[in-house]
Protein backbone atom coordinates (compact mmCIF):
# COMPACT_ATOMS: atom_id res chain seq x y z
CA UNK A 1 0.00 0.00 0.00
CA UNK A 2 2.78 2.22 0.92
CA UNK A 3 4.82 1.73 -1.89
CA UNK A 4 2.04 2.05 -4.28
CA UNK A 5 1.35 5.70 -2.63
CA UNK A 6 5.17 5.95 -3.13
CA UNK A 7 4.98 5.14 -7.09
CA UNK A 8 1.55 7.13 -7.53
CA UNK A 9 3.76 10.28 -7.31
CA UNK A 10 6.95 11.06 -9.91
CA UNK A 11 8.62 14.32 -8.81
CA UNK A 12 11.20 14.90 -12.01
CA UNK A 13 14.02 16.94 -10.17
CA UNK A 14 16.98 18.30 -11.73
CA UNK A 15 19.99 16.82 -10.59
CA UNK A 16 18.68 13.66 -10.18
CA UNK A 17 22.59 11.58 -10.15
CA UNK A 18 23.89 14.46 -7.61
CA UNK A 19 21.07 13.25 -5.49
CA UNK A 20 21.17 9.71 -5.81
CA UNK A 21 24.99 9.65 -5.66
CA UNK A 22 24.58 11.87 -2.43
CA UNK A 23 22.81 9.25 -0.87
CA UNK A 24 25.59 6.78 -1.76
CA UNK A 25 27.65 9.12 0.28
CA UNK A 26 26.03 9.06 3.00
CA UNK A 27 25.86 5.56 3.16
CA UNK A 28 29.52 5.10 2.42
CA UNK A 29 30.71 7.40 4.91
CA UNK A 30 28.76 5.66 7.92
CA UNK A 31 24.94 6.42 8.17
CA UNK A 32 23.65 3.37 9.11
CA UNK A 33 20.05 2.02 10.77
CA UNK A 34 16.80 3.80 9.55
CA UNK A 35 18.53 6.60 7.46
CA UNK A 36 20.48 4.66 5.28
CA UNK A 37 17.14 2.31 4.69
CA UNK A 38 15.40 5.40 3.57
CA UNK A 39 18.20 6.59 1.65
CA UNK A 40 17.99 2.53 -0.17
CA UNK A 41 14.49 2.55 -0.36
CA UNK A 42 14.50 6.10 -2.54
CA UNK A 43 18.08 4.93 -4.96
CA UNK A 44 15.59 2.23 -5.56
CA UNK A 45 12.66 4.24 -6.31
CA UNK A 46 14.62 6.11 -8.49
CA UNK A 47 16.07 3.27 -10.40
CA UNK A 48 12.79 1.64 -10.58
CA UNK A 49 11.44 4.73 -12.10
CA UNK A 50 14.19 4.80 -15.05
CA UNK A 51 15.80 8.24 -13.74
CA UNK A 52 12.69 9.56 -12.33
CA UNK A 53 13.16 10.54 -8.42
CA UNK A 54 10.36 9.37 -6.41
CA UNK A 55 10.01 11.05 -3.11
CA UNK A 56 8.20 8.59 -0.46
CA UNK A 57 7.03 11.66 1.52
CA UNK A 58 5.16 13.82 -1.70
CA UNK A 59 1.33 13.55 -1.79
CA UNK A 60 0.37 10.74 -4.79
CA UNK A 61 -0.41 12.83 -7.75
CA UNK A 62 -1.65 11.64 -10.93
CA UNK A 63 -0.18 13.41 -14.30
CA UNK A 64 -3.29 13.57 -16.60
CA UNK A 65 -2.54 14.76 -20.62
CA UNK A 66 -5.23 15.76 -22.57
CA UNK A 67 -4.20 16.56 -25.87
CA UNK A 68 -5.91 16.08 -29.77
CA UNK A 69 -5.74 18.39 -32.56
CA UNK A 70 -7.02 22.03 -32.72
CA UNK A 71 -11.03 22.13 -32.02
CA UNK A 72 -11.06 18.71 -31.02
CA UNK A 73 -12.33 19.49 -28.08
CA UNK A 74 -9.56 19.52 -25.40
CA UNK A 75 -10.62 22.75 -23.77
CA UNK A 76 -14.43 21.66 -23.31
CA UNK A 77 -13.08 18.59 -22.14
CA UNK A 78 -11.39 19.55 -19.20
CA UNK A 79 -13.64 22.66 -18.50
CA UNK A 80 -16.40 20.08 -17.71
CA UNK A 81 -14.41 17.15 -16.41
CA UNK A 82 -13.30 19.65 -13.57
CA UNK A 83 -16.75 20.81 -13.38
CA UNK A 84 -18.34 17.84 -13.21
CA UNK A 85 -15.98 16.25 -10.65
CA UNK A 86 -16.14 19.51 -8.21
CA UNK A 87 -20.17 18.76 -8.51
CA UNK A 88 -20.38 15.22 -8.97
CA UNK A 89 -24.17 14.87 -9.03
CA UNK A 90 -23.79 13.44 -12.94
CA UNK A 91 -20.64 11.08 -12.38
CA UNK A 92 -22.56 7.96 -11.18
CA UNK A 93 -20.20 5.59 -13.40
CA UNK A 94 -17.54 7.02 -11.57
CA UNK A 95 -17.08 4.22 -9.08
CA UNK A 96 -15.18 6.36 -6.50
CA UNK A 97 -18.26 8.36 -6.74
CA UNK A 98 -21.14 6.25 -6.42
CA UNK A 99 -19.62 4.39 -3.25
CA UNK A 100 -19.65 7.57 -1.75
CA UNK A 101 -15.71 7.99 -1.36
CA UNK A 102 -14.98 11.56 -2.69
CA UNK A 103 -15.05 13.98 0.16
CA UNK A 104 -14.30 17.19 -1.25
CA UNK A 105 -12.82 18.42 -5.11
CA UNK A 106 -11.22 21.43 -5.00
CA UNK A 107 -8.55 23.56 -7.14
CA UNK A 108 -4.95 24.25 -5.77
CA UNK A 109 -2.16 26.08 -6.91
CA UNK A 110 -0.42 23.87 -9.94
CA UNK A 111 3.45 22.34 -9.33
CA UNK A 112 4.51 24.37 -12.53
CA UNK A 113 5.62 27.76 -11.62
CA UNK A 114 6.14 28.74 -15.45
CA UNK A 115 3.19 26.65 -17.22
CA UNK A 116 0.66 28.93 -18.13
CA UNK A 117 -2.61 27.93 -15.69
CA UNK A 118 -5.43 26.30 -17.63
CA UNK A 119 -8.06 29.55 -17.20
CA UNK A 120 -10.85 27.25 -16.09
CA UNK A 121 -12.83 29.79 -14.24
CA UNK A 122 -13.16 31.94 -17.56
CA UNK A 123 -13.87 28.98 -19.40
CA UNK A 124 -16.85 27.58 -17.30
CA UNK A 125 -18.31 30.77 -17.05
CA UNK A 126 -18.01 30.86 -20.90
CA UNK A 127 -20.07 27.33 -21.49
CA UNK A 128 -22.63 27.93 -18.28
CA UNK A 129 -22.94 32.14 -17.96
CA UNK A 130 -26.52 33.47 -18.97
CA UNK A 131 -25.26 33.58 -22.92
CA UNK A 132 -23.64 30.62 -22.97
CA UNK A 133 -20.93 30.36 -25.73
CA UNK A 134 -18.08 27.84 -26.51
CA UNK A 135 -14.66 29.19 -24.63
CA UNK A 136 -12.17 31.11 -27.08
CA UNK A 137 -9.31 28.81 -28.38
CA UNK A 138 -5.92 28.39 -26.87
CA UNK A 139 -3.02 27.74 -28.53
CA UNK A 140 -0.54 26.23 -25.95
CA UNK A 141 0.38 23.84 -23.38
CA UNK A 142 -1.90 24.75 -19.90
CA UNK A 143 -1.98 23.06 -16.64
CA UNK A 144 -4.87 22.71 -13.83
CA UNK A 145 -4.37 21.04 -10.67
CA UNK A 146 -7.65 19.57 -8.81
CA UNK A 147 -7.15 18.03 -5.64
CA UNK A 148 -9.60 15.45 -4.60
CA UNK A 149 -9.91 14.04 -1.05
CA UNK A 150 -11.05 10.89 -0.64
CA UNK A 151 -12.05 8.26 2.11
CA UNK A 152 -10.30 4.89 1.78
CA UNK A 153 -12.01 1.61 1.85
CA UNK A 154 -11.60 -1.93 2.65
CA UNK A 155 -10.30 -3.54 6.03
CA UNK A 156 -8.71 -0.45 7.52
CA UNK A 157 -10.45 2.19 6.09
CA UNK A 158 -11.73 3.41 9.49
CA UNK A 159 -8.34 3.72 10.78
CA UNK A 160 -6.25 5.40 8.27
CA UNK A 161 -8.62 8.86 7.45
CA UNK A 162 -8.68 10.71 4.27
CA UNK A 163 -5.91 10.67 1.96
CA UNK A 164 -5.31 13.27 -0.54
CA UNK A 165 -4.54 12.91 -4.88
CA UNK A 166 -3.72 15.61 -6.69
CA UNK A 167 -4.94 15.67 -10.77
CA UNK A 168 -2.56 17.55 -12.66
CA UNK A 169 -4.41 18.09 -15.98
CA UNK A 170 -2.32 19.54 -18.89
CA UNK A 171 -3.62 20.27 -21.69
CA UNK A 172 -0.97 20.45 -24.95
CA UNK A 173 -1.60 20.41 -28.54
CA UNK A 174 -1.63 17.25 -30.13
CA UNK A 175 0.37 18.99 -33.14
CA UNK A 176 3.33 19.06 -31.36
CA UNK A 177 3.26 15.04 -30.83
CA UNK A 178 3.51 15.07 -34.76
CA UNK A 179 6.60 16.66 -34.01
CA UNK A 180 8.36 13.85 -32.73
CA UNK A 181 9.12 12.62 -36.02
CA UNK A 182 10.95 15.18 -36.98
CA UNK A 183 13.42 14.51 -33.95
CA UNK A 184 15.44 11.88 -35.83
CA UNK A 185 15.02 13.79 -38.97
CA UNK A 186 17.79 15.97 -40.83
CA UNK A 187 17.00 19.20 -42.85
CA UNK A 188 17.80 17.28 -45.91
CA UNK A 189 15.44 14.32 -45.78
CA UNK A 190 12.72 16.61 -44.08
CA UNK A 191 12.85 18.89 -46.87
CA UNK A 192 12.62 16.41 -49.22
CA UNK A 193 9.41 14.67 -48.01
CA UNK A 194 7.63 17.36 -47.40
CA UNK A 195 8.37 19.26 -50.83
CA UNK A 196 6.97 16.12 -52.34
CA UNK A 197 3.62 16.10 -50.25
CA UNK A 198 3.00 19.19 -51.00
CA UNK A 199 3.58 18.98 -54.76
CA UNK A 200 -0.26 17.99 -55.27
CA UNK A 201 -2.02 20.78 -52.93
CA UNK A 202 -3.55 23.48 -54.14
CA UNK A 203 -3.23 25.40 -50.99
CA UNK A 204 0.96 25.11 -51.79
CA UNK A 205 0.31 26.90 -54.70
CA UNK A 206 2.07 30.31 -53.14
CA UNK A 207 4.68 28.75 -51.10
CA UNK A 208 5.60 26.55 -54.61
CA UNK A 209 6.12 29.53 -56.55
CA UNK A 210 8.62 31.66 -53.75
CA UNK A 211 10.53 28.63 -53.92
CA UNK A 212 11.11 29.35 -57.62
CA UNK A 213 12.75 32.62 -56.70
CA UNK A 214 14.59 31.42 -53.31
CA UNK A 215 18.04 30.91 -54.35
CA UNK A 216 19.05 28.46 -51.70
CA UNK A 217 22.52 28.48 -52.40
CA UNK A 218 22.76 32.64 -52.48
CA UNK A 219 24.08 34.35 -49.24
CA UNK A 220 21.74 33.96 -45.92
CA UNK A 221 19.68 36.95 -46.36
CA UNK A 222 16.95 37.64 -42.66
CA UNK A 223 14.44 39.40 -44.99
CA UNK A 224 14.68 36.45 -47.71
CA UNK A 225 14.38 34.09 -44.95
CA UNK A 226 11.01 35.56 -43.56
CA UNK A 227 9.01 35.60 -46.44
CA UNK A 228 9.95 32.13 -47.01
CA UNK A 229 8.93 31.21 -43.55
CA UNK A 230 5.87 33.42 -44.21
CA UNK A 231 4.73 31.66 -47.16
CA UNK A 232 5.34 28.26 -45.38
CA UNK A 233 3.33 29.04 -42.65
CA UNK A 234 0.35 30.40 -44.82
CA UNK A 235 0.67 27.27 -46.73
CA UNK A 236 0.48 25.43 -43.11
CA UNK A 237 -2.70 27.43 -42.14
CA UNK A 238 -4.30 27.04 -45.72
CA UNK A 239 -3.61 23.25 -45.48
CA UNK A 240 -4.98 23.21 -42.05
CA UNK A 241 -7.87 25.10 -42.70
CA UNK A 242 -8.48 22.53 -45.83
CA UNK A 243 -8.68 19.63 -43.80
CA UNK A 244 -5.17 18.19 -43.61
CA UNK A 245 -3.57 17.32 -40.55
CA UNK A 246 -0.22 16.81 -41.75
CA UNK A 247 0.82 20.21 -40.75
CA UNK A 248 4.51 20.62 -38.90
CA UNK A 249 6.04 22.14 -37.75
CA UNK A 250 3.78 21.94 -35.46
CA UNK A 251 4.79 25.59 -33.71
CA UNK A 252 4.37 27.24 -37.15
CA UNK A 253 0.69 26.78 -36.32
CA UNK A 254 1.04 27.26 -32.78
CA UNK A 255 4.11 29.43 -32.33
CA UNK A 256 2.54 31.39 -29.00
CA UNK A 257 5.43 33.38 -27.61
CA UNK A 258 8.19 31.72 -30.51
CA UNK A 259 6.16 33.79 -33.19
CA UNK A 260 9.45 35.48 -34.79
CA UNK A 261 11.75 34.53 -33.31
CA UNK A 262 15.01 32.55 -35.79
CA UNK A 263 13.75 28.73 -34.75
CA UNK A 264 10.46 29.43 -36.73
CA UNK A 265 11.92 31.15 -39.71
CA UNK A 266 12.74 28.30 -42.02
CA UNK A 267 10.89 26.57 -44.88
CA UNK A 268 11.79 23.29 -46.30
CA UNK A 269 14.15 24.06 -49.77
CA UNK A 270 15.68 21.63 -52.34
CA UNK A 271 18.52 19.55 -51.53
CA UNK A 272 21.32 21.49 -52.64
CA UNK A 273 25.13 21.59 -51.64
CA UNK A 274 24.95 25.13 -50.42
CA UNK A 275 28.16 26.74 -49.32
CA UNK A 276 28.50 28.32 -45.57
CA UNK A 277 27.12 31.03 -44.97
CA UNK A 278 24.13 30.32 -47.64
CA UNK A 279 20.38 30.48 -47.31
CA UNK A 280 20.10 26.51 -47.22
CA UNK A 281 23.02 25.83 -44.88
CA UNK A 282 21.16 28.98 -42.39
CA UNK A 283 17.97 27.12 -42.63
CA UNK A 284 19.53 23.98 -41.43
CA UNK A 285 20.58 25.04 -38.98
CA UNK A 286 17.32 26.55 -37.49
CA UNK A 287 15.83 22.99 -38.20
CA UNK A 288 18.20 21.72 -35.92
CA UNK A 289 17.80 24.24 -33.07
CA UNK A 290 14.15 23.80 -33.59
CA UNK A 291 14.33 20.35 -32.74
CA UNK A 292 16.85 21.11 -29.77
CA UNK A 293 15.22 24.07 -28.38
CA UNK A 294 11.64 23.70 -29.01
CA UNK A 295 10.59 20.02 -29.70
CA UNK A 296 13.38 18.25 -27.60
CA UNK A 297 11.88 20.18 -23.97
CA UNK A 298 8.75 19.42 -24.34
CA UNK A 299 9.07 15.90 -24.43
CA UNK A 300 11.55 16.28 -21.44
CA UNK A 301 9.93 18.45 -19.60
CA UNK A 302 6.01 17.72 -20.00
CA UNK A 303 5.36 14.59 -21.91
CA UNK A 304 7.89 12.55 -20.38
CA UNK A 305 5.50 12.91 -17.05
CA UNK A 306 2.48 12.23 -18.12
CA UNK A 307 1.06 9.45 -16.37
CA UNK A 308 -2.52 8.97 -18.14
CA UNK A 309 -3.33 9.84 -21.54
CA UNK A 310 -6.84 11.06 -23.52
CA UNK A 311 -6.58 11.85 -26.89
CA UNK A 312 -9.43 13.13 -27.91
CA UNK A 313 -10.86 13.26 -31.76
CA UNK A 314 -12.92 14.54 -33.39
CA UNK A 315 -13.99 12.10 -36.12
CA UNK A 316 -17.05 13.57 -37.08
CA UNK A 317 -15.67 16.37 -37.52
CA UNK A 318 -13.44 14.39 -40.81
CA UNK A 319 -16.56 12.31 -41.29
CA UNK A 320 -18.40 15.92 -42.68
CA UNK A 321 -15.32 17.17 -44.06
CA UNK A 322 -15.16 13.99 -46.22
CA UNK A 323 -13.04 11.13 -47.22
CA UNK A 324 -9.84 13.13 -47.77
CA UNK A 325 -9.89 14.60 -44.28
CA UNK A 326 -10.98 11.51 -43.08
CA UNK A 327 -7.65 9.44 -44.43
CA UNK A 328 -5.58 12.67 -43.05
CA UNK A 329 -7.04 12.18 -39.84
CA UNK A 330 -6.02 8.36 -40.02
CA UNK A 331 -2.55 9.42 -41.15
CA UNK A 332 -2.24 11.83 -37.71
CA UNK A 333 -3.57 9.91 -35.07
CA UNK A 334 -0.73 7.03 -36.32
CA UNK A 335 1.60 9.69 -36.22
CA UNK A 336 0.77 11.32 -33.11
CA UNK A 337 0.07 8.08 -31.56
CA UNK A 338 3.80 6.83 -32.27
CA UNK A 339 5.24 9.20 -29.10
CA UNK A 340 3.28 6.51 -26.94
CA UNK A 341 5.29 3.77 -28.52
CA UNK A 342 9.09 4.91 -27.57
CA UNK A 343 10.72 2.06 -29.05
CA UNK A 344 10.19 3.47 -32.73
CA UNK A 345 11.89 6.41 -31.93
CA UNK A 346 15.65 6.58 -31.06
CA UNK A 347 15.74 10.25 -29.79
CA UNK A 348 12.18 9.51 -27.63
CA UNK A 349 13.76 6.31 -26.14
CA UNK A 350 16.32 8.34 -24.89
CA UNK A 351 13.90 11.10 -23.32
CA UNK A 352 11.89 8.36 -21.43
CA UNK A 353 14.44 6.08 -19.94
CA UNK A 354 11.64 3.55 -19.32
CA UNK A 355 9.08 5.78 -17.96
CA UNK A 356 5.80 4.96 -19.80
CA UNK A 357 1.99 6.16 -20.07
CA UNK A 358 -0.16 3.76 -18.23
CA UNK A 359 -3.18 4.03 -19.62
CA UNK A 360 -4.38 5.96 -23.28
CA UNK A 361 -7.93 7.03 -23.68
CA UNK A 362 -9.29 7.21 -27.47
CA UNK A 363 -12.33 8.95 -27.53
CA UNK A 364 -14.37 10.84 -30.08
CA UNK A 365 -15.74 13.89 -28.97
CA UNK A 366 -18.94 15.82 -29.85
CA UNK A 367 -21.07 12.49 -29.57
CA UNK A 368 -24.30 14.83 -28.79
CA UNK A 369 -24.37 15.59 -32.64
CA UNK A 370 -25.51 11.92 -32.51
CA UNK A 371 -28.86 10.13 -31.04
CA UNK A 372 -27.29 7.52 -28.92
CA UNK A 373 -28.74 4.71 -31.27
CA UNK A 374 -25.48 5.75 -33.49
CA UNK A 375 -22.94 6.16 -30.47
CA UNK A 376 -21.74 2.48 -31.08
CA UNK A 377 -21.08 3.44 -35.01
CA UNK A 378 -19.21 6.29 -33.85
CA UNK A 379 -17.17 4.25 -30.69
CA UNK A 380 -16.30 1.49 -33.94
CA UNK A 381 -15.22 4.32 -36.20
CA UNK A 382 -12.36 5.57 -33.01
CA UNK A 383 -11.52 2.45 -32.39
CA UNK A 384 -10.76 1.53 -36.23
CA UNK A 385 -8.66 5.19 -36.65
CA UNK A 386 -6.56 4.05 -33.64
CA UNK A 387 -6.17 0.49 -34.28
CA UNK A 388 -3.02 -0.05 -35.21
CA UNK A 389 -2.25 2.01 -32.75
CA UNK A 390 -3.72 1.25 -29.74
CA UNK A 391 -2.25 -2.28 -30.89
CA UNK A 392 0.69 -1.01 -30.18
CA UNK A 393 0.83 0.64 -27.32
CA UNK A 394 -0.57 -2.39 -25.34
CA UNK A 395 2.42 -4.18 -26.63
CA UNK A 396 4.41 -1.07 -25.05
CA UNK A 397 2.39 -2.13 -21.57
CA UNK A 398 -0.21 0.61 -21.88
CA UNK A 399 -3.71 -0.17 -21.20
CA UNK A 400 -5.83 1.48 -24.01
CA UNK A 401 -9.98 1.90 -24.46
CA UNK A 402 -11.99 4.01 -26.80
CA UNK A 403 -14.99 5.16 -26.46
CA UNK A 404 -17.51 8.00 -27.37
CA UNK A 405 -18.16 10.96 -25.39
CA UNK A 406 -20.16 14.79 -25.32
CA UNK A 407 -17.94 16.63 -22.48
CA UNK A 408 -20.73 19.49 -22.93
CA UNK A 409 -24.32 18.34 -24.18
CA UNK A 410 -25.46 20.52 -26.30
CA UNK A 411 -28.31 18.31 -27.57
CA UNK A 412 -31.41 16.66 -26.82
CA UNK A 413 -32.76 13.40 -28.84
CA UNK A 414 -35.35 13.41 -31.11
CA UNK A 415 -37.18 11.06 -33.28
CA UNK A 416 -38.85 12.23 -36.69
CA UNK A 417 -41.06 10.67 -39.23
CA UNK A 418 -39.26 10.82 -42.51
CA UNK A 419 -40.71 9.15 -45.82
CA UNK A 420 -42.54 6.49 -42.98
CA UNK A 421 -39.49 5.86 -41.38
CA UNK A 422 -37.81 7.23 -37.67
CA UNK A 423 -34.57 8.89 -38.21
CA UNK A 424 -32.53 9.72 -35.03
CA UNK A 425 -31.81 13.33 -34.47
CA UNK A 426 -30.60 15.32 -32.40
CA UNK A 427 -31.82 18.87 -31.83
CA UNK A 428 -29.84 22.32 -30.74
CA UNK A 429 -29.58 25.68 -30.66
CA UNK A 430 -27.69 26.67 -33.71
CA UNK A 431 -25.00 28.73 -33.39
CA UNK A 432 -25.05 31.26 -36.54
CA UNK A 433 -28.75 32.12 -35.75
CA UNK A 434 -29.52 31.39 -32.20
CA UNK A 435 -32.46 29.52 -33.89
CA UNK A 436 -33.01 26.01 -32.59
CA UNK A 437 -33.02 23.06 -35.44
CA UNK A 438 -33.08 19.48 -35.76
CA UNK A 439 -30.54 17.55 -37.31
CA UNK A 440 -29.84 14.03 -38.63
CA UNK A 441 -26.32 13.65 -39.41
CA UNK A 442 -26.47 10.94 -41.64
CA UNK A 443 -26.07 7.05 -40.71
CA UNK A 444 -23.01 6.17 -39.65
CA UNK A 445 -21.60 2.50 -41.09
CA UNK A 446 -22.13 -0.52 -38.74
CA UNK A 447 -18.45 -1.42 -40.27
CA UNK A 448 -16.04 1.31 -40.25
CA UNK A 449 -14.19 0.22 -43.13
CA UNK A 450 -16.89 1.67 -45.41
CA UNK A 451 -15.56 4.46 -44.67
CA UNK A 452 -12.17 4.16 -43.92
CA UNK A 453 -11.14 2.14 -46.77
CA UNK A 454 -12.70 4.54 -49.93
CA UNK A 455 -10.26 7.40 -47.44
CA UNK A 456 -7.36 4.85 -47.63
CA UNK A 457 -7.96 4.70 -51.86
CA UNK A 458 -8.41 8.30 -52.31
CA UNK A 459 -11.95 8.38 -53.19
CA UNK A 460 -13.31 12.27 -53.73
CA UNK A 461 -16.43 11.84 -51.60
CA UNK A 462 -18.48 9.53 -49.85
CA UNK A 463 -20.62 7.08 -51.88
CA UNK A 464 -23.06 6.58 -49.75
CA UNK A 465 -24.14 10.74 -49.77
CA UNK A 466 -22.82 12.22 -47.22
CA UNK A 467 -22.65 13.71 -43.35
CA UNK A 468 -24.40 16.78 -42.22
CA UNK A 469 -22.88 19.09 -39.70
CA UNK A 470 -23.95 21.91 -37.34
CA UNK A 471 -22.70 23.82 -34.81
CA UNK A 472 -24.56 24.19 -32.05
CA UNK A 473 -24.22 26.43 -29.26
CA UNK A 474 -24.39 25.34 -25.48
CA UNK A 475 -27.81 25.12 -24.24
CA UNK A 476 -28.29 27.60 -21.38
CA UNK A 477 -28.52 25.61 -18.09
CA UNK A 478 -30.54 25.75 -15.31
CA UNK A 479 -27.72 23.36 -12.49
CA UNK A 480 -29.17 21.76 -9.66
CA UNK A 481 -27.39 22.00 -6.27
CA UNK A 482 -24.57 19.69 -6.75
CA UNK A 483 -25.00 18.54 -10.86
CA UNK A 484 -21.88 19.75 -12.94
CA UNK A 485 -22.59 20.37 -16.69
CA UNK A 486 -24.58 17.92 -18.60
CA UNK A 487 -22.25 15.73 -20.63
CA UNK A 488 -21.66 12.21 -22.19
CA UNK A 489 -19.76 9.47 -20.84
CA UNK A 490 -17.60 11.74 -19.54
CA UNK A 491 -17.96 9.90 -15.80
CA UNK A 492 -16.38 6.93 -18.06
CA UNK A 493 -14.13 8.49 -19.21
CA UNK A 494 -12.99 9.48 -15.20
CA UNK A 495 -13.41 6.02 -14.17
CA UNK A 496 -10.80 4.91 -17.15
CA UNK A 497 -8.45 7.70 -16.14
CA UNK A 498 -7.79 7.50 -13.22
CA UNK A 499 -10.82 5.56 -11.08
CA UNK A 500 -8.34 2.89 -9.89
CA UNK A 501 -6.64 5.46 -7.96
CA UNK A 502 -9.44 6.94 -6.19
N1 LIG B 1 -21.69 19.97 -29.42
C1 LIG B 1 -20.50 19.92 -28.85
N2 LIG B 1 -19.50 20.67 -29.35
C2 LIG B 1 -18.29 20.61 -28.75
C3 LIG B 1 -18.03 19.79 -27.62
N3 LIG B 1 -16.74 19.94 -27.27
C4 LIG B 1 -16.21 20.82 -28.15
N4 LIG B 1 -17.14 21.24 -29.05
C5 LIG B 1 -16.97 22.17 -30.19
O1 LIG B 1 -15.61 22.08 -30.62
C6 LIG B 1 -15.00 23.36 -30.55
C7 LIG B 1 -13.55 23.21 -30.14
O2 LIG B 1 -13.48 22.80 -28.80
P1 LIG B 1 -12.20 23.16 -27.89
O3 LIG B 1 -12.39 22.49 -26.58
O4 LIG B 1 -11.95 24.63 -27.88
O5 LIG B 1 -11.08 22.42 -28.74
P2 LIG B 1 -9.49 22.42 -28.52
O6 LIG B 1 -8.92 23.26 -29.61
O7 LIG B 1 -9.09 20.98 -28.68
O8 LIG B 1 -9.21 22.94 -27.15
C8 LIG B 1 -15.85 24.15 -29.56
O9 LIG B 1 -15.76 25.54 -29.80
C9 LIG B 1 -17.23 23.60 -29.83
O10 LIG B 1 -17.78 24.23 -30.98
C10 LIG B 1 -19.12 18.99 -27.10
O11 LIG B 1 -19.01 18.23 -26.13
N5 LIG B 1 -20.32 19.10 -27.77
MG1 LIG C 1 -7.98 24.38 -26.38
Not at 241 to 257: E, Q, V
Not at 430 to 442: I, Y
Request: net charge neutral; with cysteine.
Amino acid sequence: MLNRAGLGQCTQTKGTTQQAAGHRVARGSGVTGLAADVAEGVLRGAETLGGVVVSPFAEPTIRLGVTGLARAGKTVFITSLVANLMQRGRMAQLSAERDGRIEAAYLQPQPDDTVPRFDFENHLGAVTGPEPHWPESTRSISELRLSLRIRPSGLFGGLTGPRVLHLDIIDYPGEWLLDLALLDRDYTSWSRDVLARIEPREEAKAFRAALQTAEPEARHDEPRAQALAAAFAAYLQAARAAGYSDCTPGRFLLPGDLAGSPVLTFAPLPETSAPRGSLAREMARRFDAYKAQVVRPFFRDHFARIDRQVVLVDALGALHAGPRAMEDLRRSMADILAAFRPGTNGVLSQILRGKRVEKILFAATKADHLHHLQHPRLTALIEALTQEARDRARFAGAETAALSLASLRATTEELRMHDGAELPCVRGILEETGRAAALFPGRLPEDPSHVLTPARQGAERWLDGSYAAMRFAPQPLTLKSGDGPPHIRLDRAAEFLFGDRL
